[in-house]
């Protein structure tokens, strides 16, 4: 059974720092996509950042670019994310994900993976 279990959520103050990790177990392959989503009570699950295998290529949201960054370690199935700069409205449960492939059309999309992690809180307090 192939699962994704996420660590490192947490409580911080603005201007803080979180470090997410990922590992996913049970399966024989290596993931060719990592992503991370979140989400917030009453919305849609949210893209933050994606990671891809060929040359460790990287899109981030917006809303994150230049305080977060991904990073993976395709060979240990592992898929990191380091938040910088928190700021409240980071306020989500974070969730990883893992795909089988990457579609620039649809890296975006939480149907664009197969795999998912249960979520970790982080929560910024102001």
Same mark, same amino acid.
């Given at each position: *059974?192939?699962? =994704?279990?996420?660590?490192?959520? !947490?409580?911080?103050? $603005? #201007?803080?720092? =979180? +470090? =997410?990790?990922?590992? =996913?177990?049970?399966?024989?392959?290596?993931?060719?996509?990592? $992503?991370?989503? +979140? *989400?917030?009570?009453?919305?849609? &699950?949210?893209? @933050? /950042?994606?990671?891809? &295998?060929?040359?460790? @290529?990287?899109?981030? $949201? !917006?809303?994150?670019?230049?305080?977060?960054?991904?990073? /993976?370690?395709?060979?240990?199935?592992?898929? %990191?994310?380091?938040?910088?700069?928190?700021?409240?409205?980071?306020? $989500?449960? %974070?969730?990883?994900?893992?795909?089988?492939?990457?579609?620039? +059309?649809?890296?975006?999309?939480?149907?664009?993976?197969?795999?998912?992690?249960? #979520?970790?809180? @982080?929560?910024?307090?102001?």
């Amino acid at each position: *059974q192939v699962q =994704l279990i996420e660590s490192g959520g !947490g409580s911080v103050q $603005a #201007g803080g720092s =979180l +470090r =997410l990790s990922c590992t =996913l177990s049970g399966s024989t392959d290596s993931p060719y996509t990592w $992503a991370w989503f +979140r *989400q917030i009570p009453g919305k849609e &699950r949210e893209f @933050v /950042a994606v990671i891809v &295998r060929t040359d460790s @290529v990287t899109n981030y $949201a !917006g809303s994150v670019k230049g305080r977060v960054t991904i990073t /993976a370690d395709f060979s240990e199935n592992t898929a %990191y994310l380091q938040m910088n700069s928190l700021q409240p409205e980071d306020t $989500a449960v %974070y969730y990883c994900a893992a795909g089988t492939y990457y579609s620039q +059309r649809n890296y975006h999309l939480p149907n664009h993976y197969a795999y998912w992690g249960q #979520g970790t809180q @982080v929560t910024v307090s102001s």
